[in-house]
Nanobody, 128 residues
Framework: QVQLVESGGGLVQAGGSLRLTCVAS????????MGWFRQAPGQEEREFVA???????????ADSVKGRFTISRDNAKNTVNVYLQMNNLIPHDTAVYYC??????????????????WGQGTQVTVSS
């Protein structure tokens, strides 16, 4: 059974930091790119945040988070942990953050349709 479980969200003041964790299991996620997306209130579609290739050699960030967020991963035999370190948070970062497993083992996909598996999301709220 495929499972992606996010944790680490919460309420933080502007300028603060949070570290999100995604535990992915039930598939060989170690062979696939993993991404983070977010969806703010009133937003129809999920917004790309960051993606990391299967070995961690390729990273891609949305312009809005570049220099503030860092994606990383630990590949184990049966599970993969994917992290999103978020620093210097701003109110615009307020959203539900989702971890996702890509359809393809190659590249750094930026679109939600390129991902097959999703977690349930974790809420991040940044107060001004």
């Amino acid at each position: 059974q495929v499972q992606l479980v996010e944790s680490g969200g919460g309420l933080v003041q502007a300028g603060g930091s949070l570290r999100l964790t995604c535990v992915a299991s039930g598939r060989t996620f170690s062979e696939y790119s993993m991404g983070w997306f977010r969806q703010a209130p009133g937003q129809e579609e999920r917004e790309f945040v960051a993606v990391i290739s299967w070995c961690g050699g390729s990273l891609l960030y949305a312009d809005s988070v570049k220099g503030r967020f860092t994606i990383s991963r630990d590949n184990a035999k049966n599970t993969v942990n994917v992290y999103l370190q978020m620093n210097n948070l701003i109110p615009h970062d307020t959203a539900v953050y989702y971890c996702a497993g890509a359809l393809s083992p190659w590249g750094t996909p930026e679109h939600s349709f390129e991902y097959a598996y999703w977690g349930q999301g974790t809420q991040v709220t940044v107060s001004s």
